[in-house]
């Protein structure tokens, strides 16, 4: 639409409505750019007031330091972006920048999540290296119960979407103190692991936030032992 018009490249000041000229049969719109006036002329009606909406955009960008032009969007784009931006200013967000920086921020978990694994495929790895250090009978079924309860309780979600409030329910569901003592500590070991703790698959990067696990172990009274003796 914009390539049957004069192009206006220089920083535009001031823009006239476009108003239909009787006399030459024409429609008019005056463009202030760099100090000088331009007229762009055209028959269409319809034509020069979206090349006019054109411009009031490049000269409302011109103040945001952005480039604008006639948008290239179609189909679900174009509604995802005009969704957006309904959505920005029904937030009562002013600055338009804020949905760039949005953008921004998605992007940059997307790309910081796409490596990370589900709480299953997480269990799976973690299982795997525990049985390589010939653990006792005992704390390999431990660790067995561990994976198989997170994976019925977490399952498919990322390794970290999890919180530390679903953790620490996760401890208390057991009522034994002890038990809750013991599923922490393998939670814990857990924990670690994704962490990045000897774990070669996380290649660097944590899978959970730093200080998830926030459980703390109930007191427990410590008496004195008495002995009793008994005379015959």
Same mark, same amino acid.
């Given at each position: 639409?914009?390539?049957?018009?004069?192009?206006?490249?220089?920083?535009?000041?001031?823009?006239?409505?476009?108003?239909?000229?009787?006399?030459?049969?024409?429609?008019?719109?005056? #463009?202030?750019?760099?100090?000088?006036?331009?007229?762009?002329?055209?028959?269409?009606?319809?034509?020069?007031?979206?090349?006019?909406?054109?411009?009031?955009?490049?000269?409302?960008?011109?103040?945001?330091?952005?480039?604008?032009?006639?948008?290239?969007?179609?189909?679900?784009?174009?509604?995802?972006?005009?969704?957006?931006?309904?959505?920005?200013?029904?937030?009562?967000?002013?600055?338009?920048?804020?949905?760039?920086?949005?953008?921004?921020?998605?992007?940059? #978990?997307?790309?910081?999540?796409?490596?990370?694994?589900?709480?299953?495929?997480?269990?799976?790895?973690?299982?795997?290296?525990?049985?390589?250090?010939?653990?006792?009978?005992?704390?390999?079924?431990?660790?067995?119960?561990?994976?198989?309860?997170?994976?019925?309780?977490?399952?498919?979600?990322?390794?970290?979407?999890?919180?530390?409030?679903?953790?620490?329910?996760?401890?208390?569901?057991?009522?034994?103190?002890?038990?809750?003592?013991?599923?922490?500590?393998?939670?814990?070991?857990?924990?670690?692991?994704?962490?990045?703790?000897?774990?070669?698959?996380?290649?660097?990067?944590?899978?959970?936030?730093?200080?998830?696990?926030?459980?703390?172990?109930?007191?427990?009274?410590?008496?004195?032992?008495?002995?009793?003796?008994?005379?015959?």
């Amino acid at each position: 639409m914009a390539r049957e018009f004069k192009q206006i490249t220089g920083t535009i000041t001031k823009i006239n409505v476009p108003y239909y000229a009787e006399k030459r049969g024409l429609w008019v719109m005056m #463009v202030k750019s760099n100090n000088s006036w331009v007229a762009i002329n055209s028959r269409d009606e319809v034509k020069i007031k979206e090349y006019h909406a054109l411009l009031e955009q490049q000269r409302s960008a011109l103040n945001l330091n952005l480039k604008v032009q006639a948008t290239t969007l179609e189909g679900n784009w174009l509604k995802a972006a005009e969704y957006s931006a309904g959505m920005i200013q029904q937030a009562k967000i002013a600055d338009p920048h804020e949905m760039m920086n949005a953008v921004a921020t998605h992007i940059k #978990v997307i790309n910081e999540t796409k490596n990370i694994p589900t709480v299953e495929t997480a269990c799976d790895l973690f299982i795997t290296k525990q049985l390589k250090r010939q653990l006792s009978h005992y704390t390999e079924k431990d660790y067995r119960r561990l994976v198989r309860e997170l994976k019925a309780r977490f399952g498919k979600r990322l390794v970290s979407e999890l919180t530390s409030t679903e953790l620490t329910a996760f401890i208390e569901e057991l009522e034994h103190p002890v038990s809750q003592r013991a599923r922490y500590i393998y939670l814990k070991s857990f924990m670690s692991f994704c962490g990045g703790k000897l774990n070669p698959h996380c290649e660097g990067v944590s899978w959970v936030k730093p200080g998830l696990l926030q459980w703390e172990p109930p007191k427990t009274d410590m008496h004195e032992i008495q002995v009793i003796s008994i005379k015959y």
